[in-house]
């Protein structure tokens, strides 16, 4: 589904790129040279920053960018690893409370989230002034349609267990 789509069109300043290695990717090395931001990878690997950490090691307005890998956990493991270019950069992640909505994908655990739902956590976490709600307004009217484009009864018997 790629619900990094939603974050693209959504928010104007933002950059969507389509594969699995990025070492060599143009627009991205040059995004991760601009030295006006502080880049993180949004992911929960050893040492990942929590969004306080972040905060608390920046000047006031200084600015952040925030990668994130939209895939199956395999999928952005194997593009983590893939992507030589994106291996120094520190990691930020999640509070590990935060409950996905994705209730048309089997998710290995209840706190597992799509790209968009991570996307508007982080942003209202770094961003707490500004409002993100449109992203997960946006992403629970995606989810809905697909449901009401299933036969009857396919959702209840594959998602409701």
Known sequence: MGTARIL???????HYFVGEDFSEHEALNQLLSDHQYHHFILYPGEGALT???VADKLDNGEKVRVILLDGTWKKAYKMWQLSSNLHTLPLIKL???????YRI???PSDNSL???EAGYHILSLLQPEHDFS???ESFNQMIEFQI?????GVFEKNYLQ
Do not use: D
């Open 8 to 14: 693209k069109l959504s928010l104007a300043n933002s």
């Open 51 to 53: 969004h306080n950490q």
């Open 95 to 101: 509070p590990e409370n935060l409950q996905g909505n």
């Open 105 to 107: 994908r089997k998710a």
């Open 114 to 116: 799509s790209t968009v």
């Open 134 to 136: 449109p992203l997960i």
């Open 148 to 152: 009401k484009q299933m036969p009857p």
